[in-house]
């Protein structure tokens, strides 16, 4: 029954239900932006809003676990202070995701709290206002915290990697067709973690403490705010995701690392906090590398002359069948040379059962594919195409 409660109180935090709120703006925006471009969606489920449930609990009660056998302790006004941020963030920030930063910026502000280390801290003690302690202790968890939400990042981008092939249009400066694929996924994961003292069990007298040594602590579930916004214009996105995931899986390790050594070296919290800020930047320059790599590849996803372009495969639809990827240029269909969205169809339209295409793939090679469709609609074949421009 405890278990339950803590449960319910995990689900009574504002920043839960802002992020389940933020995941189905993005799905929704994403199937309607579909619908409105291509005809029908790509994927019309709401598949963030399903991750964000399931992925959310599985590695919510993995972390839960990692946690626990740890023994993370936090203090409850960095959690007070973290969640508060982050509800923030999604809020006035709805085109991003920025869990990292807003990880870093809490113990920026939990560390300006401190009378003993900042001047802020003892001015706001002058004036009334509840400071804070710190000590190596917690920093040290918020690292191993930290490198938590770098790993069920790179999981989730591991996991999900054929997530993020929805195309979005965009013109070039010449005013010609480009195309972007976008990654962006986020959870709210309930990871428990130790809160010293019996600071809840003043206010709710029901909820369970217990004792280790001298010490008495509680056990809440932290609402901790994990995801990643990544876009490419230029790669293949499932590449690009597993790419990215393997770099901010380096930098998960590089961050339980640093923990490992400073739990057993004599630091002082601001060298501590130093630490938290190199993997935060660390980070920053992982989703720089990933940019730069992009704008630097041979391929870009635009329109082309000869030819229809391949910009988006349907999930479960014969395009699976036909060996097809993004950025391939369909020459002929049915034997027909083909250059615009409406030659295309009108050649399938000529034989109803089955789809002959000649096809020259990324690597500039020439290849033969077919398969059947279904009877009299060559819409539902699966394949994405730039829509013809009104003249």
Not at 129 to 147: D, E, F, K, Q, W
Request: with cysteine; proline share 5%; glycine share 6%.
């Amino acid at each position: 029954m405890q278990v339950l409660k803590i449960f319910e109180l995990f689900l009574l935090q504002p920043l839960v239900w802002i992020g389940l709120l933020r995941s189905y703006l993005t799905a929704k925006r994403r199937v309607t932006y579909e619908r409105q471009n291509f005809h029908s969606a790509i994927n019309s489920q709401l598949v963030e809003v399903r991750h964000f449930f399931m992925d959310g609990c599985l590695l919510g009660i993995l972390m839960t676990i990692i946690s626990l056998a740890l023994g993370l302790v936090v203090s409850p006004v960095w959690v007070v202070l973290y969640e508060a941020l982050a509800t923030i963030s999604l809020i006035i920030l709805p085109g991003m995701l920025v869990p990292v930063t807003v990880f870093g910026l809490s113990w920026l502000g939990y560390w300006l709290m401190s009378p003993q280390l900042t001047t802020v801290g003892g001015i706001l003690q002058q004036h009334g206002i509840s400071t804070t302690s710190m000590s190596g202790n917690l920093v040290v968890n918020g690292l191993m915290l930290l490198a938590v939400v770098l790993g069920t990042t790179a999981l989730l981008l591991r996991w999900h990697d054929h997530q993020g092939r929805s195309p979005k249009l965009q013109p070039d400066q010449r005013g010609k067709r480009l195309v972007r694929y976008q990654w962006q996924q986020l959870l709210v994961l309930p990871v428990g973690v130790l809160i010293p003292g019996d600071w809840i069990h003043a206010t709710l007298s029901w909820w369970p403490v217990f004792t280790v040594g001298e010490r008495s602590f509680s056990i809440i579930l932290l609402p901790l705010l994990v995801g990643a916004s990544a876009r490419v214009y230029k790669q293949l996105p499932q590449i690009a995701w597993r790419q990215l995931a393997t770099r901010l899986g380096g930098v998960a390790v590089v961050s339980v690392i640093l923990a490992i050594v400073a739990r057993f070296a004599v630091l002082s919290p601001q060298w501590l906090l130093g630490l938290l800020a190199f993997v935060v930047v660390l980070t920053w320059v992982v989703m720089i590398q990933h940019r730069f790599d992009d704008r630097h590849q041979q391929l870009r996803f635009s329109d082309t002359e000869q030819g229809v372009r391949v910009i988006g495969l349907r999930p479960n639809t014969p395009a699976d069948k036909l060996n097809l990827d993004l950025g391939d240029v369909i020459l002929e269909c049915n034997r027909q040379p083909v250059n615009t969205e409406a030659e295309f169809y009108a050649a399938l339209l000529k034989s109803p059962t089955y789809v002959h295409l000649k096809v020259r793939n990324r690597q500039q090679e020439l290849i033969i594919t077919e398969t059947a469709i279904y009877n009299g609609a060559p819409h539902e074949l699966g394949i994405v195409l730039f829509t013809d421009q009104e003249d």
